[in-house]
């Protein structure tokens, strides 16, 4: 399996599902994809914001269905990001197995980025031949 680069834009839609007192905030997540992978993405996320400034912690699964470079199908992303007083870190990776369709066995991860408000992804994955 060769692995293969999709760059992209997305919007995203974060509705809150649980009260703003809640210790732990649930969200819903929805997404459109647009590039290589048009799609829409549907998910839910638990976050945490401590006292201290710049310091968060959050978890999502997502499944992602639609298209990537022609083969139609879906597969889930497991996210997980952490904010240590100002720098993050990202780890998006699709959930082995999860691929559906003509993403059946696909692997691969998600790198994020936001820039002057707009969402951006890198995906690299591997699909079998």
């Known amino acids: 399996m060769t692995e293969t680069e999709a760059r992209g834009a997305f919007d995203v839609t974060v509705t809150p599902a649980s009260g703003a007192?809640?210790?732990t905030a649930r969200?819903?997540?929805?997404?459109?994809?647009?590039?290589?992978?048009?799609?829409?993405?549907?998910g839910e996320m638990l976050a945490v914001q401590t006292d201290t400034p710049g310091s968060a912690g959050y978890v999502a699964m997502e499944r992602v269905t639609g298209t990537l470079d022609g083969r139609d199908g879906s597969f889930v992303l497991q996210h997980s990001g952490t904010m240590d007083r100002g720098a993050p870190t990202l780890s998006v990776t699709v959930v082995p197995d999860s691929g559906t369709g003509q993403l059946s066995g696909i692997t691969g991860t998600m790198a994020i980025d936001?820039?002057?408000?707009?969402?951006?992804?890198?995906?690299?994955?591997?699909?079998p031949k």
């Not at 969200?27 to 549907?42: C, Q, R, V, Y």
């Not at 936001?114 to 699909?127: E, N, Q």
């Open 21 to 23: 007192d809640a210790p």
């Open 27 to 42: 969200m819903t997540l929805a997404k459109t994809f647009h590039g290589p992978l048009e799609a829409t993405g549907a």
């Open 114 to 127: 936001i820039r002057d408000g707009k969402h951006f992804y890198t995906f690299r994955y591997r699909l």
